[in-house]
């Protein structure tokens, strides 16, 4: 089993920023790739952002590229989800999720183990 968790959120103004950290625990050398979704009220979970550790290729949702930066230390199985210029609907809890496959990138049911969530809120 792996399991995962995030730190991190908070309270930012818009235009601000923060930075939220995951680490896999466990077996972790089953792990390919880990990834951040965020689910905003009233709304379903939505894809972030991913990294696959065989090529450290990376993936954004069309909403946070440029403004949302992900990385990561696969020796560590650690990603960080540095957020920019934050908007009031970035507002959401943010979760980290890690995939055994290296194919795939944002679809909930690619990845096999997810943290427990982070809050993020951004007042205007």
């Known amino acids: 089993q792996v399991q995962v968790t995030e730190s991190g959120g908070g309270l930012v103004q818009a235009g601000g920023s923060l930075r939220l950290s995951c680490v896999a625990a466990?077996?972790?050398?089953?792990?390919?790739?880990m990834g951040w979704f965020r689910r905003a009220p009233g709304k379903e979970r939505e894809f972030v952002a991913r990294?696959?550790?065989?090529?450290?290729?990376?993936y954004y949702a069309d909403s946070v590229k440029g403004r949302f930066t992900i990385s990561g230390e696969h020796a560590k199985n650690t990603a960080y989800l540095q957020m920019n210029s934050l908007k009031p609907e970035d507002t959401a809890v943010y979760y980290c999720?890690?995939?055994?496959?290296?194919?795939?990138?944002?679809?909930?049911?690619?990845?096999?183990?997810w943290g427990q969530g982070a809050q993020v809120t951004v007042s205007s």
């Open positions: 466990g077996r972790t050398f089953s792990i390919n790739a």
């Open positions: 999720a890690a995939a055994k496959s290296p194919w795939g990138v944002a679809a909930t049911g690619e990845y096999d183990y």
């Open positions: 990294v696959t550790w065989s090529n450290g290729a990376t």
